[in-house]
């Protein structure tokens, strides 16, 4: 696999060094190569104001689609926060076309800022996660209950989830985070394999 993935590696707190230990292994599991660094530095923040037409609600819809699938985390409503990526500019742009869009860009280069933007920006996707392992538990729930329609029903939405979710955690990267994720993500696995 010629894709290089950058993730983050959690503060050894006993050191105070990071510890890429985890991400090295896992890198050699998933024959990926792995570029790990501690806190993200380049951050987009997008606010827009579209038209309540026929238009600007496709827009929208498409917007909120599209912001979950980069891991764009919503800060207040149409403010949303990510990691500077070229798929933020193509997305602003797309909403410049349909509305009023505003961009805030920042390459924070002290190390302090850029760990409390990296803190917030994981603390939106925790909540992200938690939903994800209530919907896993609750397929497990209807599978072992014997209701397999209920079951089925959720699966493709939870399967969505987790491919946003994995996509935003490897843009931004979080070695904790993509751990969890991935053992929610082998759950869900086994459960859809018993429908």
């Not at 050191?15 to 230990?21: Q, Y």
């Not at 827009?59 to 926060?81: C, D, H, L, N, P």
Request: proline share 3%.
């Amino acid at each position: 696999m010629d894709e290089t993935t950058v993730v983050t590696a959690e503060m050894a707190p006993e050191s105070g060094k990071a510890d890429f230990s985890t991400l090295e292994v896992m890198g050699r599991m998933t024959d990926t190569k792995i570029v790990a660094k501690e806190i993200c530095g380049k951050w987009i923040l997008i606010t827009y104001d579209l038209p309540n037409t026929e238009e600007g609600n496709k827009m929208r819809y498409k917007f909120y689609g599209e912001a979950q699938r980069i891991g764009a985390t919503q800060q207040t409503e149409s403010v949303y926060f990510m990691p500077w990526t070229p798929e933020a500019e193509m997305l602003a742009l797309e909403l410049s076309m349909a509305g009023k869009c505003i961009i805030w860009t920042a390459d924070v280069r002290n190390e302090d800022h850029a760990k409390d933007l990296t803190d917030r920006y994981d603390a939106g996707l925790r909540p992200i996660l938690k939903e994800i392992e209530t919907r896993v538990d609750k397929i497990i729930f209807h599978i072992d209950n014997n209701h397999p329609g209920i079951a089925k029903g959720m699966v493709d939405k939870t399967d969505e989830m987790i491919t946003n979710l994995e996509n935003a955690i490897v843009r931004r990267g979080s070695a904790m985070m993509l751990i969890a994720l991935s053992s929610v993500k082998k759950c869900f696995n086994i459960a859809v394999t018993r429908i």
